[in-house]
């Protein structure tokens, strides 16, 4: 068990500018959370994977995200046309089942400028 | 819709003292409750949860949580701080009845302990 892995761990863009964060689960779970999370809140559900299968999404995640989970392995979440509003810590976990509790990465920090 | 409200945003004690977090939620069907915390520039880690069964449920590091339902209440507590538990703790609640799993989280409580 190597834990949950998150690439890279920050990110600075040019708002404007496409960027895409990479998470990389504990193999056995199936299913995977994308939350974010800004300076002084609580985390934020953003979008939940079970297997490859997208199966909610907030409505924080506006046209300008998009995540994909491919053969429900790794999970990518990507921003287009970047806003300063963007900027926060952007968190992956995965978990086995529910009721289990996740197993958070150590998150992407991105910060646009 | 469920919410959590953590009371305190920070909350200082000497090291030695208890260590008491609140937090309370609101939830139309059967809760599950989590005590996250968060080092800095980390992700978080889970101290404890409850789900059914036993009230009372104990946690990593020495930390517990009672789950009182009258009072719609998750209250963390430590019997005795120690510097390393300096971190923010996040409190979260999730439906009980859904199979998503998804987490709606408490704002957060910073704790400090004080030599």
């Known amino acids: 068990d190597t834990g949950v892995s998150q690439d890279p761990r920050h990110k600075i863009t040019k708002r404007g500018q496409n960027v895409t964060f990479r998470c990389d689960p504990i193999?056995?779970?199936?299913?995977l959370y994308w939350y974010r999370q800004t300076l002084g809140q609580g985390p934020e559900f953003l979008t939940y994977f079970q297997n490859e299968a997208q199966l909610e999404k907030s409505r924080l995640l506006s046209d300008r995200f998009s995540a994909e989970r491919p053969k429900g392995s790794f999970s990518t979440l990507e921003i287009q046309r970047t806003e300063q509003g963007d900027s926060a810590m952007y968190l992956c976990?995965?978990?086995?089942?529910?009721?289990?509790?996740?197993?958070f990465g150590s998150g992407t920090r991105l910060t646009v400028v | 819709a469920q919410s959590v409200t953590q009371l305190g945003s920070h909350v200082s004690v000497s090291e030695g003292a208890l260590v008491l977090l609140r937090c309370n939620y609101s939830s139309s069907v059967p809760p599950y409750l989590f005590w996250y915390v968060q080092y800095p520039n980390q992700g978080l880690q889970l101290l404890l949860k409850?789900?059914?069964?036993?009230?009372l449920v104990k946690g990593i590091n020495g930390f517990e949580a009672e789950f009182k339902k009258s009072e719609t209440s998750f209250h963390l507590t430590k019997p005795s701080a120690h510097m390393s538990d300096a971190a923010e703790y996040f409190c979260?609640?999730?439906?009980?009845?859904?199979?998503?799993?998804?987490?709606?989280f408490g704002q957060g409580t910073t704790l400090q302990v004080k030599p």
């Open positions: 976990a995965s978990s086995l089942a529910v009721p289990y509790g996740y197993t």
């Open positions: 409850y789900t059914t069964g036993a009230t």
């Open positions: 979260a609640v999730s439906d009980g009845s859904s199979n998503t799993g998804k987490l709606i």
């Open positions: 193999s056995e779970h199936n299913r």
